[in-house]
């Protein structure tokens, strides 16, 4: 089945650094990517969609500065957490579809767990 | 604009019994519908979905869902609960046309020997 690989699986950073996390498609291409975040407890948020090839397209009350979004190939987006403070500790999750069409399934990477110090 | 209430951050069973998760939806027009699995400190992996069709989905692992249109519900049921089926679980709806998930918040399933 279609394989999302999302790297690395844990950091942990200090105040002040950025954090690049890495989603790649291991056996399909995905134009458009999304990226989640999850609080403790909590469902999934929708960050922003990635577009391969154009700009990401961003959630209300996400911050597009702090949060950078670069999909530059088909099978690779990354989400860069800018001047990182411990309030963006938080599991992040990207996901993809394998095919096109809304109802095809998202299939999610294994996510990165992020502490900031 | 759609939204998704599951009923129950956890639910607790007894192997061997009956697993029921409570999947209750709003929407304007039919969406598509979801559940995901998650273990813990891993992302999500798809249980079922319904799109079209028949309204009764079964999906991996045992699991089956129902579709109830009138209801806007979407449960989760599994006959015999497993050790191995204790995880999180997320129901999602997507509107025709979009490609975006609403995700629940999620109900715990907690199985007991």
């Known amino acids: ?117 | 604009a759609q939204s998704v209430t599951q009923l129950g951050s956890h639910v607790s069973v007894s192997e061997g019994a009956l697993v029921l998760l409570r999947c209750n939806y709003s929407s304007s027009v039919p969406p598509y519908l979801f559940w995901y699995v998650q273990y813990p400190n891993q992302g999500l992996q798809l249980l079922l979905k319904y799109t079209t069709g028949a309204t009764l989905v079964k999906g991996i692992n045992g699991f089956e869902a129902e579709f109830e249109r009138g209801e806007t519900s979407f449960h989760l049921t599994k006959p015999s609960a497993h050790m191995s089926d204790a995880a999180e679980y997320f129901c999602a709806v997507s509107l025709q046309g979009f490609q975006k998930l609403v995700f629940g918040t999620g109900t715990r399933l907690l199985v007991s020997p």
């Not at chain 1, 394998?98 to 992020?114: A, I, Q, V």
């Open chain 1, 1 to 117: 089945g279609a394989v999302v690989s999302q790297h690395p699986s844990r950091v942990i950073c200090k105040s002040g650094t950025s954090v690049k996390i890495e989603c790649r498609s291991l056996d399909f291409q995905a134009t458009t990517m999304f990226w989640y975040r999850q609080f403790p407890k909590k469902s999934l948020m929708l960050m922003a969609t990635s577009n391969e090839g154009s700009k990401a397209t961003y959630e209300q009350g996400v911050e597009k500065d702090k949060f950078l979004i670069n999909h530059a190939s088909l099978t690779l987006s990354t989400l860069t957490v800018t001047s990182a403070h411990p309030e963006d500790s938080s599991f992040y999750i990207c996901s993809a579809r394998s095919s096109t069409g809304e109802s095809s399934p998202l299939h999610f990477g294994n996510g990165t767990r992020l502490t900031v110090t």
